[in-house]
């Protein structure tokens, strides 16, 4: 296993003569590869970061998935026993450890090839190191990191003393194994659409701008704001074409048999766990001191809104029981949707590297 297999789109390089930049080293979710990034490449020198695109396996310039590495993630039956589901959650976590330890290999690759500052964690001097982030679907990216990085080998390069923050970017819920609400909805799973209506459905409704309440009853989780206008509905036919490659997430594509292998045996609640928490004995300290942040929009689609409000009841409980909890930190952008990356990137920017709680 190699850091080839994952591929690097675009990388702004060292911004000047600086000797503590920032390493942004940024992942794509599902359909949309490095190329919805795009805005952020002309900010990258303002932010004193060097910006690093990637493309997760499948995606345009990345190494395809073997036969064997797809047969980890096969869907199990709808009549599948519980050795059958067993044994599809044991596939499944060898699989996302296999896909963190590319995300690991490719961190040490350009450490040790492109001399990367160390990360600096003074009150007063957050800066060199690498923020290692996973917009929506590559959140499970992020998680499974932080779930398996203490059995990973430690060689000629200390990615303890580099990382300086791991960030899940616009989560859903789903994505990070919560149960699901009373009356869900996401176009992905909606049976009155046709398979081949379900994407771009899935499109124009994750892009919205939506209004929440505070609770989980009172999450819109159908009808975005009529202004601003969801996001896939502004892009350009060559907008599409330079952002998107839908294969993956397609019935049957890996990024699908990922997310519906995972359903029905818990994988993702078992990452997100294992991400939550320092494990135990002298191994569970090496990246104690690597801030894991949740980056969410307050306007994005209600799994976002409903992942964020179990993960806060998840934090207080864990508090109150004294679990060992990694330092976590959620930062809101207060009128972002899904895509504020593209829509507004300068907001993208300041809540992935800044000290913000709230970027407004």
């Known amino acids: 296993m190699t850091a080839t297999t994952l591929h690097i789109v675009h990388d702004t390089g060292a911004p000047g003569s600086s000797a503590d930049y920032t390493t942004l080293v940024l992942l794509h979710g599902w359909a949309w590869h490095c190329g919805i990034f795009s805005k952020l490449i002309p900010l990258a020198k303002t932010y004193n970061t060097r910006l690093i695109l990637v493309n997760r396996r499948d995606y345009p310039g990345s190494t395809p998935y073997t036969e064997e590495e797809r047969a980890l993630i096969a869907p199990p039956p709808h009549d599948a026993s519980a050795e059958d589901i067993a044994a599809a959650k044991d596939n499944g976590l060898t699989f996302m450890e296999n896909r963190a330890r590319e995300v690991y290999d490719l961190l040490e690759d350009l450490v040790r090839r492109e001399k990367i500052p160390p990360a600096n ?3 007063d001097g957050r800066a060199g190191g690498i923020v290692v982030a996973g917009w929506s679907y590559a959140a499970i990216w992020m998680q499974a990191l932080l779930a398996f990085v203490d059995s990973f080998p430690v060689h000629d390069v200390d990615l303890s003393t580099y990382v300086r923050r791991v960030v899940c970017y616009d989560v859903a819920y789903v994505l990070s194994g919560y149960p699901l609400p ?6 992905l799973f909606d ?46 036919r060559d907008d599409i074409a ?3 490659h839908a294969a993956p997430g ?25 991400a939550l928490r320092l494990g135990h004995g ?19 689609e209600w799994q976002v809104a409903y992942g964020m409000w179990m993960l806060r009841a998840e934090l207080r409980e ?3 029981r004294d679990e060992q909890l990694r330092d976590i930190r959620i930062v809101k952008i207060e009128k972002a949707n899904h895509f504020v990356h593209w829509d507004n990137p300068d907001w993208a920017m300041r809540s992935l590297l800044g000290d913000e709680d709230v970027v407004a």
């Open 121 to 123: 964690r003074t009150k």
């Open 318 to 320: 864990s508090k109150e």
């Open 242 to 244: 330079a952002c998107m």
């Open 191 to 236: 049976s009155t659409l046709a398979d081949n209506e379900k994407l771009r459905a899935f499109c124009w409704w994750v892009s919205g701008y939506y209004s929440h309440g505070d609770t989980p009853e009172t999450h819109e989780k159908r009808t975005p704001l009529d202004s601003p206008a969801p996001t896939f509905s502004t892009l350009s």
């Open 250 to 274: 397609e019935v049957g594509g890996s990024d699908s048999n990922l997310l519906y292998s995972a359903l029905p045996t818990g994988l993702f609640a078992i990452l997100r766990g294992r």
């Open 282 to 300: 002298d191994s569970g300290s090496r990246w104690r001191d690597v801030e894991l942040r949740w980056v969410w929009g307050g306007r994005s």
């Open 182 to 187: 009373e009356d869900p909805y996401n176009p």
